[in-house]
């Protein structure tokens, strides 16, 4: 059974530059959340979504909007990128009766130039 | 408003020591409470967890109880292993916030042999 994955593993941008994270959910979690983990810091909520909707957002602006796939997976997006936004981006997913309890990918090392 | 606060790293011992990694949390509702561990260049593992008050969580010797009338949750170990190097987190998840996770910011735990 694989876990959460995520995709790519690394990314190099350069300011201004839009970028997509991708995000398959571990089999049977119909519950995506995303969260970005700045270097030396715990990871910030971001969004999460299920049933293909936005259900949760964190403090982050609208350059951060996501999607959610009939299969469950799911993409992140950020636009207009700043060098704050490098960062970890981690995804997790959960199912829907249980979603007190998150199982974390690898994550996506995002680095803006 | 929800929050973690975690014992600042970082923390150096001797392989078969003790080891407490204190955290303590804020929360207006009733949180579920979880120690995630990260190993270098990883993305996040849970490692233990307790949903209610009083509830002890433990896991690979780790152990962690819910105490909620001094809000805290701190990890221990009975006899810590070089293999047990890596950084540790506090969570909560509040069902009130949809089960968004509020991290606190890391004890970075390294064992010298």
């Known amino acids: 059974d694989a876990g959460v994955t995520q995709s790519p593993t690394h990314l190099i941008k350069t300011r201004g530059q839009q970028v997509t994270l991708r995000c398959s959910p571990k089999?049977?979690?119909?519950?995506v959340s995303w969260y970005q983990q700045a270097l030396g810091q715990g990871p910030q909520f971001i969004f999460q979504?299920?049933?293909?909707?936005?259900?949760q957002r964190g403090n982050f602006p609208d350059r951060f909007s996501g999607h959610q796939f009939p299969n469950y997976s799911s993409e992140l997006n950020v636009n207009a990128l700043l060098l704050g936004d490098s960062a970890l981006y981690l995804c997790?997913?959960?199912?829907?009766?249980?979603?007190?309890?998150?199982?974390f990918g690898p994550g996506t090392r995002l680095l803006v130039l | 408003g929800n929050s973690v606060t975690q014992m600042e790293g970082p923390v150096t011992l001797s392989e078969e020591a003790f080891l407490t990694i204190n955290c303590t949390y804020t929360?207006?509702?009733?949180?579920?409470l979880f120690w995630y561990v990260q190993y270098p260049g990883e993305g996040l593992q849970l490692l233990l967890k307790?949903?209610?008050?009083?509830d002890k969580g433990s896991n690979k010797g780790f152990e962690a109880t819910y105490r909620k009338e001094t809000t805290s949750f701190h990890l221990e170990k009975g006899s810590v292993q070089v293999s047990d190097s890596a950084v540790y987190f506090c969570?909560?998840?509040?069902?009130?916030?949809?089960?968004?996770?509020?991290f606190g910011t890391g004890t970075s735990l390294t064992v010298i042999p």
């Open positions: 929360a207006t509702g009733y949180p579920s």
């Open positions: 997790a997913s959960s199912p829907l009766e249980l979603r007190e309890t998150q199982y």
């Open positions: 969570a909560l998840s509040d069902l009130n916030t949809g089960n968004q996770f509020y």
């Open positions: 089999s049977g979690h119909d519950t």
């Open positions: 979504y299920y049933e293909e909707e936005e259900r």
């Open positions: 307790a949903t209610k008050a009083d």
